[in-house]
C-alpha cells in the first residue's frame, strides 16, 4: 500500500473481548492509520472494556457496531451501516466452544457451535463476496484453530466445525485467487481469553448426563487436569504483543502484500501438528495423543512443560 491509497475498511466480528477486541485495537492504532475499523460484537451492553482499550482511535479509526453471527438481518443491519458497504478485510473471528463427553451433549448445543463457528462465518462472506468480487479486491480472515489442523480428544464438535471452515476456505480460496481476493486461516494454539473460562464453567455447571463412569473419569481426572496444563504451558495472552501473539500475527497476515493461506501462531504448540503433518496414515498423531493422555499422563504433563521452554521451536515452526 503507497501512501496515498485510502484506508481499508476492517470488519471484524467477537470484538466483546479476548482476540477480537485486541485485534480491533492493534488495527485501529496503526501508526500508518491503514485502516478503518468496524469491531462488531453481539451485544452492545459489553462495549465499555473495547471502548476503553481503544482510547482516542474511538470515533477515528474504529466504531462500534452490533453484529450478530447468527442472524441474517444483523448482518444486514451492521453492513448497511458501513459507508458504501464495502467490506476490504473481512476477519471472522466470532466463536464458541463445546468440550465434554459425547454422550453428554445436546444436539441442540452442537448445533450452535457450527451455527456459530461455520455458518456464522459463510453467512458474512456470502454478505461481502459480491462488494469485493465487484472491487476484484479484497481479504477474508478466519480465526480458525489448531483444531482445525487435528482433532483433540473431548472436543469432537468443536473441532469438527474449525475442520469445516478449514475445508470450506481452502476451496473457496482458488476461486477467489481469480478475483485476486485472499483468503487466509490464521491457526492460533492455547490463547487465555474467556474462551477457556467460559468452556470450564459449561462443564462445571453440570454433570454431563449420559457418560459412562469410565468415560467421565477420563474426562474429569486425565482430560481437564491436561488441558489446564497445556493453557498453563503453552498459552498465549492475547494482548503481549512482544511474544508474537494472536492478534499481532493477524495484523502481520493482513498487511502482507501476498497473504499466507494458513498461518499458526503458536510455535510451542507447532511440535503436536507436527505428528499430524509427520504421518499422513494419522496413526503416529492418534497413538501418541492417546498414550500421553490414557498411559503416561504424568510424561504428558512434563512433555508439555518441555515444549514451553522452546528448544524444539527451531527445528520444528512452520516457515
Ligand atoms: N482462546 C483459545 O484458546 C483459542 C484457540 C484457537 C482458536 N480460538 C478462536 O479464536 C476466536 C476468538 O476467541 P477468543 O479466544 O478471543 O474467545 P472469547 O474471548 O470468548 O471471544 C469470542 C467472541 O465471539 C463472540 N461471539 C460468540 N457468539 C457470537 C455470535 N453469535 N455473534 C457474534 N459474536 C459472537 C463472543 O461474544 P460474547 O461476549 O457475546 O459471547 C466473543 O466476543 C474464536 O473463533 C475461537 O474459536 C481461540
Not at 294 to 316: D, H, I, K, Y
Request: glycine share 8%.
Amino acid at each position: 500500500m503507497n501512501m496515498a491509497d485510502p484506508p481499508r475498511t476492517v470488519l471484524i466480528s467477537g470484538c466483546s473481548s479476548g482476540i477480537g477486541l485486541q485485534l480491533a485495537v492493534q488495527l485501529a492504532r496503526d501508526p500508518r492509520q491503514r485502516y478503518q475499523v468496524v469491531a462488531t460484537m453481539r451485544d452492545l451492553g459489553k462495549k465499555g472494556t473495547l471502548e476503553e482499550a481503544a482510547g482516542e482511535a474511538l470515533g477515528q479509526t474504529l466504531t462500534v457496531a452490533q453484529l450478530d453471527v447468527c442472524s441474517d438481518e444483523s448482518v444486514a443491519q451492521c453492513l448497511s451501516c458501513i459507508r458504501g458497504g464495502e467490506v476490504d478485510v473481512l476477519v471472522n473471528n466470532a466463536g464458541v466452544g463445546l468440550v465434554g463427553p459425547l454422550e453428554g451433549l445436546s444436539l441442540t448445543s452442537m448445533q450452535k457451535v457450527f451455527d456459530t463457528n461455520f455458518f456464522g462465518a459463510v453467512r458474512l462472506v456470502k454478505a461481502v463476496l459480491p462488494g469485493m468480487k465487484r472491487r476484484r479486491q479484497g481479504h477474508i480472515v478466519v480465526v480458525s484453530s489448531v483444531m482445525g489442523l487435528q482433532g483433540v480428544v473431548f472436543n469432537d464438535v468443536y473441532a469438527a466445525s474449525k475442520f469445516a471452515l478449514e475445508g470450506f476456505f481452502e476451496s473457496l480460496a482458488v476461486q477467489l485467487l481469480q478475483f485476486d481476493i485472499f483468503v487466509s486461516l490464521v491457526e492460533p494454539g492455547p490463547v487465555a481469553t474467556d474462551f477457556e473460562g467460559k468452556l470450564l464453567e459449561q462443564v462445571s455447571a453440570a454433570e454431563p448426563p449420559g457418560a459412562d463412569p469410565d468415560t467421565l473419569h477420563y474426562f474429569r481426572d486425565l482430560y481437564l487436569p491436561a488441558s489446564r496444563e497445556l493453557f498453563r504451558s503453552l498459552g498465549q495472552s492475547p494482548e503481549d504483543v512482544a511474544q508474537g501473539s494472536t492478534p499481532q500475527v493477524i495484523v502481520k497476515v493482513i498487511s502482507s502484500a501476498s497473504p499466507p493461506l494458513r498461518r499458526q501462531t503458536n510455535a510451542r504448540y507447532s511440535p503436536l501438528t507436527a505428528l499430524k503433518a509427520a504421518d499422513p496414515s494419522g496413526s503416529l498423531y492418534v497413538r501418541t495423543a492417546h498414550r500421553l493422555l490414557f498411559r503416561w499422563p504424568r510424561l504428558l504433563g512434563l512433555g508439555l512443560r518441555c515444549l514451553a521452554c522452546g528448544c524444539l521451536r527451531s527445528r520444528v515452526w512452520p516457515r
